[in-house]
């Protein structure tokens, strides 16, 4: 089986990373095992559930990282960054 190196800067990072995966394995648990006819409502039902879970936990993850990043250096970050907008 093949494998997967990852690399991480953060221990918060490394949970939020092993989440992903765990998400993406259990999705595709869901869509062998579902009953003939139901994979697609079993599927969205965890993604609705789980998978918003898991991108609402993302981004408060995120903007923590940046609190903590600017309590360390009070003039970090560019005002205004507007990247990815």
């Known amino acids: 089986m093949p494998t997967l190196t990852v690399e ?3 221990d918060a990072e490394r949970i939020e990373l092993e989440r992903a995966i765990a998400y993406v394995q259990e999705m595709r ?3 062998t095992t ?3 006819g139901t994979v697609l409502e079993a ?3 965890f993604a609705l559930g789980t998978g ?3 991108l609402r936990d ?3 993850a995120t903007v923590q990282a ?3 990043l600017e309590k360390k250096s009070p003039g970090g970050g560019p005002k205004g960054d507007t990247a990815g907008r």
Do not use: F, S, W
């Open 8 to 10: 991480y800067t953060t």
């Open 66 to 68: 940046r609190a903590d």
């Open 58 to 60: 993302n981004l408060a």
């Open 34 to 36: 579902a009953a003939h």
């Open 43 to 45: 599927c969205e039902t």
């Open 52 to 54: 918003r879970r898991l």
């Open 29 to 31: 648990r869901l869509g």
